[in-house]
Nanobody, 123 residues
Framework: QVQLVESGGGLVQAGGSLRLSCAASGRTFSTYAMGWFRQAPGKEREFVVAISRSNTNTAYADSVKGRFTITRDNAKNTVYLQMNSLKPEDTGVYYC????????????????WGRGTQVTVSS
């Protein structure tokens, strides 16, 4: 099993940047593909970005391509989400998730979830 704890959320003006972190417990972090999802008020949770176990493969939602970057540090058991050029529509609770094997954009494929961190982008 793996436990995930997100951090780095906050309030930022449109055009600003935030860096989210997701720290994982356990010694098997490198065996999990990692993903970030978000949920805006009144909406369903949606895929944002994912990264493979070895950092070699990523997948991005069209809405964040060119603005968000996912990276991971397996030595630190941490995955990061750098968010630039933030827009009000990026507002929501951001969740970190882990799954075995490869990258996926479907949330049902993820086995482990953090509790989320709030990101609010003001206009």
């Amino acid at each position: 099993q793996v436990q995930l704890v997100e951090s780095g959320g906050g309030l930022v003006q449109a055009g600003g940047s935030l860096r989210l972190s997701c720290a994982a417990s356990g010694r098997t972090f490198s065996t999990y593909a990692m993903g970030w999802f978000r949920q805006a008020p009144g909406k369903e949770r949606e895929f944002v970005v994912a990264i493979s176990r070895s950092n070699t493969n990523t997948a991005y939602a069209d809405s964040v391509k060119g603005r968000f970057t996912i990276t991971r540090d397996n030595a630190k058991n941490t995955v990061y989400l750098q968010m630039n050029s933030l827009k009000p529509e990026d507002t929501g609770v951001y969740y970190c998730a882990a799954k075995s094997y490869g990258v996926a954009i479907i949330e049902d494929e993820y086995n482990y979830w953090g509790r989320g961190t709030q990101v609010t982008v003001s206009s």
